[in-house]
């Protein structure tokens, strides 16, 4: 549970994460910054290659960053050794993308949603709390009693990621970081475990980091977007403004090329261009990094990187701002 109710769950500033050695040195995040407030979800979006995978690794704390801060509920989790660094992984549990890979295929349902149990041996005492607590966790994914002793090549790819969902929730995690979970899936099923995730938001309170390069995925679970490219984020605010009212070019042509089912003449329905393929991470452009793939790009944009500008919300919505690393925004 949150020690600290004032500050933000998750609160990422500045966070830099370099691999390599000398010219070959691969930047794979820049400056990032991020924030996920209590029961809310931060949706992270941009195509493969763009730092979202490395971010994800940096808040669960398996890489420590070259430079910025890390704060989960106020602590420095790169601090923390012993005791507190086992109780604070407690707090942090992942979704993979494979529900296939991402479970022993020698093990049962209820094995693999009590492993970390093994670890965590104070939480679930007795063997028999553990068989309770099992069929409860299957129960809450929408699993059945009898699934606790069938094997993963028993199940359903939807049902594998149920079993990876409740895997999750075995220690009462505040924050589980959700890896492109639903993109090995098919649509319907896709459907089903995005509202098992909505329905443990409203009745545990957990909150989530979900990474996806599917927009129409994210703006159905997300309160907050950030979207990033080329290791930096570089448009962030809350889902329907920035997927309303986009105001980088990159957020625009991500739409744009997005399927969907409209047929209509609206506004939507234009085509955005996204020229090339996204410039290698050892090779980032000068000035803006998007401006090679840009319509709108300017002789400025290859000179100097441009700073965030804001679309401020109205006063009494209450709402926060809507922020944009772009020389010439759109206008929206």
Known sequence: MAENPGTPLLDVRGVTKSFGHGRRRLTAVDGVDIRVERGQTLGLVGESGCGKSTLARVVLGLERPDAGSVRFDGTDPFTLKGRELLAWRRRVQMVFQDPFASLNARMSAADLVGEPWR??????????????????????????????????????????????????????????????????????????????????????????????????????????????????????????????????????ALMSSAPRLEVSGAAHDTEIPLRGEIPSPYGIPSGCRFRTRCWK????????????????????????????????????
């Not at 990033?228 to 309303?244: N, P, S």
């Open 119 to 252: 670890t965590h041996r104070d939480i679930v005492p007795t063997a028999r709390e553990r068989d309770r607590r099992v069929h409860e966790l299957l129960s809450l994914v929408g699993l059945r009693e009898s699934d606790a002793h069938r094997y993963p090549n028993e199940f359903s790819g939807g049902q594998r990621q149920r079993i990876g969902i409740a895997r999750a929730l075995a220690l009462e995690p505040d924050l589980i970081v959700c890896d492109e979970p639903v993109s090995a899936l098919d649509l319907s099923v896709q459907a089903q475990v995005l509202n098992v995730l909505s329905e443990l938001r409203e009745r545990l309170g957990v909150s989530y980091v979900f990474i996806s390069h599917d927009l129409s995925v994210v703006r159905y679970v997300s309160d907050r977007v950030a979207v990033m490219y080329l290791g930096k984020v570089i448009e962030h605010g809350r889902a329907d403004d920035v997927f309303d009212r986009p105001l980088h070019p990159y957020t625009a």
């Open 297 to 332: 790009s300017e002789p400025r944009c290859a000179e100097t990187a441009p700073a965030a500008i804001s679309r401020e919300p109205a006063a009494h919505t209450g709402r926060e701002p809507h922020e944009a690393l772009c020389h010439f925004p759109l206008d929206g």
